[in-house]
Nanobody
Framework: QVQLVESGGGLVQPGGSLRLSCTAS????????LAWFRQAPGEGREYVAA????????HYADSIKGRFTISRDDAANTVYLQMNNLKPEDTAIYYC??????????????WGQGTQVTVSS
């Protein structure tokens, strides 16, 4: 069974940083692309970034490019999202997702439960 568990959300001031973590079951981690999406209140689910399972190639949405970084820790079966220079418009529930291939739409096969990120002074 595919399992994804996110952590690391919270309240941060504008300009601050947070690092989100998504720990996957071993089989998921080694054979799936892992991605981050976010969903703000009243909005659809928005693609943020993804990391392929083979070679660890990364891809980013234009809206966060240069501020967010996706990375993987193979030993811990964990993918991270380092978020810097956060803005109020980054406020959303952030979801980890797994799929055989990278997609920039929410058509991923498996999802975590989400973690809330709030950027406010």
């Amino acid at each position: 069974q595919v399992q994804l568990v996110e952590s690391g959300g919270g309240l941060v001031q504008p300009g601050g940083s947070l690092r989100l973590s998504c720990t996957a079951s071993e089989r998921t981690y080694s054979t799936y692309a892992l991605a981050w999406f976010r969903q703000a209140p009243g909005e659809g689910r928005e693609y943020v970034a993804a990391s392929s399972w083979k070679g660890g190639a990364s891809h980013y949405a234009d809206s966060i490019k240069g501020r967010f970084t996706i990375s993987r820790d193979d030993a811990a079966n964990t993918v991270y999202l380092q978020m810097n220079n956060l803005k109020p418009e980054d406020t959303a529930i952030y979801y980890c997702a797994a799929n055989r291939i990278i997609l920039t739409t929410p058509g991923y096969a498996y999802w975590g439960q989400g973690t809330q990120v709030t950027v406010s002074s």
